[in-house]
């Protein structure tokens, strides 16, 4: 069993930064691929950014160039580094973990972009 627990959300000015963590427990193995999703009142979640165990990455199309997702194996952390926010970023942000067949998802934390 694996759990995931996101923390780093919180309210910033268009223009600002903010960086998530995800931090993963239980049995998490060298295939895995972990990401960051967001969903937004009244939109279907999107993809953010995922990153091997390797480190290979792919972003959206939206966040390119602005958002930077990294990994700490030996925590078994991921991280999002948020600049440039906008107002289109705020979204409930949710942390998710796949390997072999299973994928898990953290609670999410909220991102507000707001003046």
């Known amino acids: 069993q694996v759990q995931l627990a996101e923390s780093g959300g919180g309210l910033v000015q268009p223009g600002g930064s903010l960086r998530l963590s995800c931090a993963a427990s239980?049995?998490?193995?060298?295939?895995?691929?972990m990401g960051w999703y967001r969903q937004a009142p009244g939109k279907s979640r999107e993809l953010v950014a995922t990153?091997?165990?390797?480190?290979?990455?792919n972003y959206g199309d939206s966040v390119k160039g602005r958002f930077t997702i990294s990994r700490d194996n030996a925590k078994n952390t991921i991280y999002l580094q948020m600049n440039s926010l906008k107002p289109e970023d705020t979204a409930a942000y949710y942390c998710?973990?796949?390997?072999?067949?299973?994928?898990?998802w953290g609670q999410g934390t909220q991102v507000t972009v707001s003046s």
């Open positions: 998710n973990l796949q390997q072999f067949i299973s994928t898990y």
């Open positions: 990153i091997t165990y390797g480190g290979s990455t």
């Open positions: 239980g049995s998490i193995f060298k295939i895995s691929t």
